[in-house]
Nanobody, 130 residues
Framework: EVQLVESGGGLVQAGGSLRLSCAAS????????IAWFRQAPGKEREGVAY????????IYAVSVEGRFTISTNNAKNTVYLQMNSLKPEDTAVYYC???????????????????????WGQGTQVTVSS
């Protein structure tokens, strides 16, 4: 059974840091694009950070570039999202996702196409207080 399990969410003050983890089971990261998405109350789900397991290339949303870092530990089949300088507008449920398509394809999907992504985690709540 394929599973993506996120952890590491919580409550943090503005300016603080959190590191999210996403552990995969039932498949290996080889030849996948792994990504973090987030969804705030009343808003559409949006892509935050993407990484290619093929070549390690990364793509970030403009809103998080320079503050968030996505990385993988292929030996542990785990992807991380280090979030620094957090802002109240970063408050959302954060989801891990994996897809066999290339990083550019996944990073340019419209939200209406997110349901087609191969695997999703259940999400972890991140709340940033002001």
């Amino acid at each position: 059974e394929v599973q993506l399990v996120e952890s590491g969410g919580g409550l943090v003050q503005a300016g603080g840091s959190l590191r999210l983890s996403c552990a995969a089971s039932g498949f290996t990261f080889d030849d996948y694009t792994i990504a973090w998405f987030r969804q705030a109350p009343g808003k559409e789900r949006e892509g935050v950070a993407y990484i290619s397991s093929r070549d390690g290339s990364t793509i970030y949303a403009v809103s998080v570039e320079g503050r968030f870092t996505i990385s993988t530990n292929n030996a542990k089949n785990t992807v991380y999202l280090q979030m620094n300088s957090l802002k109240p507008e970063d408050t959302a449920v954060y989801y891990c996702a994996a897809d066999r398509r290339g990083i550019t394809i996944i990073a340019t999907l419209f939200p209406k196409d997110y349901n087609g992504i191969n695997y999703w985690g259940q999400g972890t709540q991140v709340t940033v207080s002001s």
